[in-house]
C-alpha cells in the first residue's frame, strides 16, 4: 500500500508548519472516521480536492483506509458530476472546507447509501487513485492507477530529480490534476522530502508565492508554460532559480519562445518532461544528472519503455515519426467498467498514449503532435466530442462547432458556433449562464458565436 511508503517530513501551508507527528495522526484520523461510519459496499471516496492541507490528510487517509481516492475539481459541472456519480457510486464524498485547517468530519464528509456490484468492487482492490479522463468518444472514463503503478512512478520521479530529506517541492498545479498531487505531494513524501501547498486559485496573483519559494527554501519547483510565464514578470525570481535546484514544466508542449525568454532571463533552464493520467504519470523528463537536449521532454524514466509505433503497430527507428507508446510499473490497470475503451489503449503489451513523437539516436523523446481528438487549453485536457455531447443537453440547442487556435502561452485557445433553436434576445446569454452550472470551467469555449437553426 502507497501509505507504508509515505515518509512525511514537514509541510507548509499558510505559513504554519505541519509536522510528522501531526499529520500520521490527522490521516489515522480519517482512516478511522470511514471505517467506523461508512455504510456503502463501494470502495471508492471522491475528494473534492482545493490546494489544501485538509487535501493530503484526506488523500492518505482514504487510501490509508484501505479504499480508492477518486479525485474531483471542485469547479466541476453538475451534469458531469451527475455522470460521474452513476458511472463511479461513492461511499463517502469528501468536500473540503477551505477556510479552517482544521477538518470537520461531519461536516466536510457525506456519507451515501449508493451499492456497487460485487463484481465491480473486486476491480478496485488494489487500485488507489482514479480520475476522469479519455473522453474522444464524448464519454469520460475512470483510469484505475493501482497502489504499485503510483508508488513507482513517486520513486522514478525522486530518484530522478534528486528528492532528499533536505528538499523542499513546491508545485504551483491544481492537486485534482495527477501531475499536481503525484509530484506536488506524492514523490516528495514518498522520496521523505519537505513539501510547500501553493494556492493557486488566483494565478494571477503570484506575489505570495514567490515569497513563500524564498522563505522555505523551495529546491524544486514544478509547472506548467503559463505559470512560468507569470513568475517571471516577478523581481524576485532571480532569487528563486539561484537557490532553485530544478525547475520542471509539464501539462503541454513548452513554447520555445517562452522557454528562451525565461532562460535567456534568469540564466536558468527549464526541465520538461512528458506524461498522460494512464501512466502515473510521468514517462520521461529532462534532468540535471543527464545531457540537456533542447527541444525534447527527455529520455525514458527508471526502467520504463517509451516506443514509437506507425498505424499497424511495428515499432519505428530513431527520428520517425510515429505514435507515442509506453510500457512498465507505471501503466495503468484500466479504465473502470470499460474493457473495449481497456482494450483499445492497452494493446500489444503498450500504453497507446494517442500522441504524435519521435525518438533521437541518444532516447530522447520529443513531442510531435496529437493524434487524438483534445485540446490541451493551459494544461488542461479536454475532448471536443464531450464537450459538444454536454452542450446537447440544453433544450435550446441544435448544434455545437467546436475548433480551437493555438496560443503561445496556453497551448490551445477553444472557439465554439452554438445553432440555437430559438436565436431571440437573450438566449446566447442564458445559454452561457446554463454552461456556468452544468459544465465546467475550463471546458467552456472563451469565444462562443450564435447562430439560428
Same mark, same amino acid.
Given at each position: 500500500?502507497?501509505?507504508?511508503?509515505?515518509?512525511?517530513?514537514?509541510?507548509?501551508?499558510?505559513?504554519?508548519?505541519?509536522?510528522?507527528?501531526?499529520?500520521?495522526?490527522?490521516?489515522?484520523?480519517?482512516?478511522?472516521?470511514?471505517?467506523?461510519?461508512?455504510?456503502?459496499?463501494?470502495?471508492?471516496?471522491?475528494?473534492?480536492?482545493?490546494?489544501?492541507?485538509?487535501?493530503?490528510?484526506?488523500?492518505?487517509?482514504?487510501?490509508?483506509?484501505?479504499?480508492?481516492?477518486?479525485?474531483?475539481?471542485?469547479?466541476?459541472?453538475?451534469?458531469?458530476?451527475?455522470?460521474?456519480?452513476?458511472?463511479?457510486?461513492?461511499?463517502?464524498?469528501?468536500?473540503?472546507?477551505?477556510?479552517?485547517?482544521?477538518?470537520?468530519?461531519?461536516?466536510?464528509?457525506?456519507?451515501?447509501?449508493?451499492?456497487?456490484?460485487?463484481?465491480?468492487?473486486?476491480?478496485?482492490?488494489?487500485?488507489?487513485?482514479?480520475?476522469?479522463?479519455?473522453?474522444?468518444?464524448?464519454?469520460?472514463?475512470?483510469?484505475?492507477?493501482?497502489?504499485?503503478?503510483?508508488?513507482?512512478?513517486?520513486?522514478?520521479?525522486?530518484?530522478?530529480?534528486?528528492?532528499?530529506? !533536505? #528538499?523542499?517541492?513546491? +508545485?504551483? =498545479?491544481? @492537486?485534482?490534476?495527477?501531475?499536481?498531487?503525484?509530484? $506536488?505531494?506524492?514523490? /516528495?513524501?514518498?522520496?521523505?522530502?519537505?513539501?510547500?501547498?501553493?494556492?493557486?486559485?488566483?494565478?494571477?496573483?503570484?506575489?505570495?508565492?514567490?515569497?513563500?519559494?524564498?522563505?522555505?527554501?523551495?529546491?524544486?519547483?514544478?509547472?506548467?508554460?503559463?505559470?512560468?510565464?507569470?513568475?517571471?514578470?516577478?523581481?524576485?525570481?532571480?532569487?528563486?532559480?539561484?537557490?532553485?535546484?530544478?525547475?520542471?514544466?509539464?501539462?503541454?508542449?513548452?513554447?520555445?519562445?517562452?522557454?528562451?525568454?525565461?532562460?535567456?532571463?534568469?540564466?536558468?533552464?527549464?526541465?520538461?518532461?512528458?506524461?498522460?493520467?494512464?501512466?502515473?504519470?510521468?514517462?520521461?523528463?529532462?534532468?540535471?544528472?543527464?545531457?540537456?537536449?533542447? !527541444? #525534447?521532454?527527455?529520455? +525514458?524514466? =527508471?526502467? @520504463?519503455?517509451?516506443?514509437?509505433?506507425?498505424?499497424? $503497430?511495428?515499432?519505428? /527507428?530513431?527520428?520517425?515519426?510515429?505514435?507515442?507508446?509506453?510500457?512498465?510499473?507505471?501503466?495503468?490497470?484500466?479504465?473502470?467498467?470499460?474493457?473495449?475503451?481497456?482494450?483499445?489503449?492497452?494493446?500489444?503489451?503498450?500504453?497507446?498514449?494517442?500522441?504524435?513523437?519521435?525518438?533521437?539516436?541518444?532516447?530522447?523523446?520529443?513531442?510531435?503532435?496529437?493524434?487524438?481528438?483534445?485540446?490541451?487549453?493551459?494544461?488542461?485536457?479536454?475532448?471536443?466530442?464531450?464537450?459538444?455531447?454536454?452542450?446537447?443537453?440544453?433544450?435550446?440547442?441544435?448544434?455545437?462547432?467546436?475548433?480551437?487556435?493555438?496560443?503561445?502561452?496556453?497551448?490551445?485557445?477553444?472557439?465554439?458556433?452554438?445553432?440555437?433553436?430559438?436565436?431571440?434576445?437573450?438566449?446566447?446569454?442564458?445559454?452561457?449562464?446554463?454552461?456556468?452550472?452544468?459544465?465546467?470551467?475550463?471546458?467552456?469555449?472563451?469565444?462562443?458565436?450564435?447562430?439560428?437553426?
Amino acid at each position: 500500500m502507497l501509505t507504508d511508503h509515505i515518509r512525511f517530513n514537514r509541510i507548509v501551508f499558510r505559513n504554519r508548519v505541519f509536522t510528522a507527528g501531526y499529520l500520521d495522526n490527522a490521516v489515522d484520523a480519517v482512516a478511522r472516521y470511514l471505517d467506523d461510519h461508512a455504510r456503502s459496499n463501494s470502495p471508492i471516496v471522491y475528494l473534492h480536492a482545493p490546494n489544501h492541507i485538509k487535501t493530503v490528510i484526506g488523500f492518505l487517509g482514504i487510501l490509508k483506509s484501505g479504499r480508492t481516492c477518486l479525485l474531483v475539481d471542485p469547479k466541476t459541472g453538475a451534469l458531469e458530476y451527475e455522470e460521474m456519480l452513476a458511472d463511479t457510486p461513492p461511499a463517502a464524498i469528501m468536500r473540503i472546507d477551505e477556510a479552517p485547517i482544521e477538518f470537520d468530519f461531519a461536516g466536510e464528509i457525506d456519507l451515501t447509501d449508493y451499492r456497487m456490484e460485487p463484481s465491480l468492487v473486486s476491480q478496485l482492490g488494489d487500485v488507489c487513485l482514479m480520475l476522469y479522463t479519455a473522453a474522444e468518444d464524448g464519454y469520460a472514463k475512470a483510469a484505475m492507477l493501482t497502489h504499485a503503478n503510483i508508488l513507482s512512478n513517486a520513486k522514478a520521479m525522486y530518484e530522478d530529480i534528486r528528492v532528499r530529506e !533536505d #528538499s523542499t517541492t513546491c +508545485a504551483m =498545479l491544481p @492537486y485534482h490534476h495527477l501531475f499536481g498531487i503525484q509530484n $506536488g505531494l506524492i514523490s /516528495p513524501v514518498v522520496g521523505g522530502g519537505s513539501l510547500v501547498i501553493a494556492d493557486i486559485s488566483d494565478i494571477q496573483n503570484l506575489s505570495t508565492i514567490v515569497d513563500d519559494l524564498l522563505v522555505h527554501n523551495v529546491s524544486h519547483i514544478y509547472s506548467v508554460p503559463l505559470v512560468y510565464y507569470l513568475l517571471s514578470k516577478s523581481s524576485r525570481m532571480h532569487e528563486v532559480c539561484r537557490q532553485a535546484f530544478q525547475l520542471i514544466t509539464g501539462g503541454y508542449k513548452l513554447p520555445a519562445s517562452l522557454r528562451d525568454r525565461f532562460e535567456r532571463k534568469f540564466a536558468a533552464q527549464l526541465y520538461e518532461g512528458y506524461g498522460l493520467t494512464e501512466a502515473s504519470p510521468v514517462c520521461t523528463s529532462q534532468s540535471r544528472s543527464r545531457p540537456f537536449a533542447a !527541444d #525534447s521532454m527527455g529520455p +525514458a524514466l =527508471l526502467d @520504463y519503455q517509451v516506443g514509437i509505433f506507425d498505424d499497424v $503497430g511495428r515499432e519505428l /527507428p530513431s527520428n520517425e515519426k510515429g505514435e507515442i507508446c509506453i510500457r512498465g510499473g507505471n501503466v495503468m490497470k484500466g479504465y473502470f467498467n470499460r474493457p473495449d475503451a481497456t482494450q483499445k489503449v492497452l494493446r500489444g503489451g503498450w500504453l497507446h498514449s494517442g500522441d504524435y513523437g519521435k525518438r533521437d539516436n541518444t532516447g530522447n523523446i520529443y513531442f510531435l503532435g496529437l493524434i487524438k481528438k483534445m485540446f490541451n487549453v493551459a494544461g488542461n485536457k479536454i475532448y471536443p466530442e464531450e464537450v459538444r455531447r454536454l452542450m446537447l443537453h440544453h433544450g435550446n440547442v441544435s448544434g455545437v462547432e467546436l475548433w480551437s487556435d493555438y496560443d503561445p502561452l496556453t497551448g490551445d485557445r477553444m472557439k465554439a458556433k452554438i445553432r440555437l433553436k430559438n436565436n431571440s434576445n437573450g438566449a446566447g446569454e442564458e445559454f452561457s449562464r446554463w454552461c456556468a452550472g452544468a459544465i465546467g470551467p475550463h471546458k467552456i469555449p472563451q469565444n462562443i458565436s450564435f447562430e439560428q437553426e
